[in-house]
């Protein structure tokens, strides 16, 4: 029996657009002398020969950034599950990269199906007329948690701007308890429909694509298990799963869609904004949907995030 999760415990964690951008606690800076810390990682890096590879989360004493990672730790456990962190220049990407990694481990250990990190970057290609993941083309994505695979469900994402695209390509998120919330009041059979199992698509590297593994690979949208709700999320690697195993998805089945759709794409609840190079945004994957515009790169400047995935 399907168990829907109960009005109050949502509530209690959703928020509009209009709630967090009035809200500080998700908007972190670095501390003062984060530069000295990086000192610290370069210099450690220097004498390896592959730092990415071999970085774990007690290699270099990071003490201030430590002290950051315990705040934003909080905010994506218990406050609204997104933390923005601004305010690093000047440094260049293999640096920023692996201070953003650093930074990564204490929170939690790296999930390394796409490499430990990963760039997130158009390689011109469509994923319409390709099994490819959406991260490697210009395309807005449309709301939506990461992994389409059963078995691996990052709990956090986070991504590093290396440098923003010539045009377009802000970021976006929004609540899943929110959207739940709303989704209750308009249409409280639909919500229904949305703890129901569906199947997706198999893109993660290594995947194997049989039809058994395809069938096997389905999960609901919307859990509720332990007194917690989570979300998992993107419409297209349903509706492509479904197509492939040859089982169609019902009129009210999409219309349940089109709701969430319209919930996670409205502008009461879905915020977004413009990242600098340096700045690194911290998602809780369960509970936070994320998008991003569609961009266009020029000659001279492309869009490049690097992506990495918390257990
Ligand atoms: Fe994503």
């Not at 986070?158 to 609540?175: D, E, Q, Y």
């Amino acid at each position: 029996m399907i168990k829907i999760a109960p009005p109050e415990l949502v509530l209690a964690q959703a928020w509009s657009a209009m709630d967090l951008k009035n809200r500080p606690d998700w908007k972190f800076t670095w501390p003062e002398d984060w530069y000295t810390e990086a000192r610290s990682l370069t210099k450690w890096a220097s004498k390896r020969k592959n730092p990415i590879e071999d970085i774990e989360a007690n290699s270099v004493s990071t003490p201030s950034l430590d002290k950051l990672s315990h705040h934003v730790k909080r905010e994506l456990r218990e406050g609204s599950g997104v933390a923005w962190i601004q305010g690093i220049t000047g440094i260049d990407r293999e640096r920023l990269n692996l201070l953003f990694l650093n930074f990564s481990l204490a929170l939690g250990n790296t999930i390394d199906t796409y490499g430990r990190l990963y760039g997130v970057q158009s390689t011109g290609k469509d994923y319409r007329n390709e099994p490819i993941p959406v991260s490697q083309t210009n395309a807005a994505t449309g709301a939506h948690t990461d992994s389409s695979k059963k078995s691996i469900q990052p709990g956090i994402v986070g991504l590093c701007c290396i440098s923003p695209a010539a045009l377009g390509g802000k970021s976006r998120v929004v609540s899943a308890a929110r959207v739940h919330e709303n989704i209750r009041a308009r249409a409280p059979d639909k919500l229904k429909l949305l703890y129901k199992s569906y199947i997706r698509d198999l893109v993660t590297p290594d995947s194997k694509k049989s039809i058994q593994q395809l069938l096997s690979n389905q999960f609901p949208i919307f859990k509720y298990v332990d007194s917690k709700l989570s979300i998992r999320y993107m419409r297209y690697w349903i509706e492509k799963g479904h197509q492939r195993a040859g089982k169609l998805l019902t009129n009210d089945i999409q219309q349940a869609f089109d709701l969430l759709d319209y919930e996670l794409n409205s502008q009461n609840n879905m915020i977004s904004f413009s990242m600098k190079p340096g700045d690194i945004l911290f998602l809780d994957n369960t509970r936070v949907l994320h998008d991003r515009e569609e961009f266009t790169d020029t000659l001279g400047q492309r869009r490049l995030y690097t992506r990495v995935w918390i257990a």
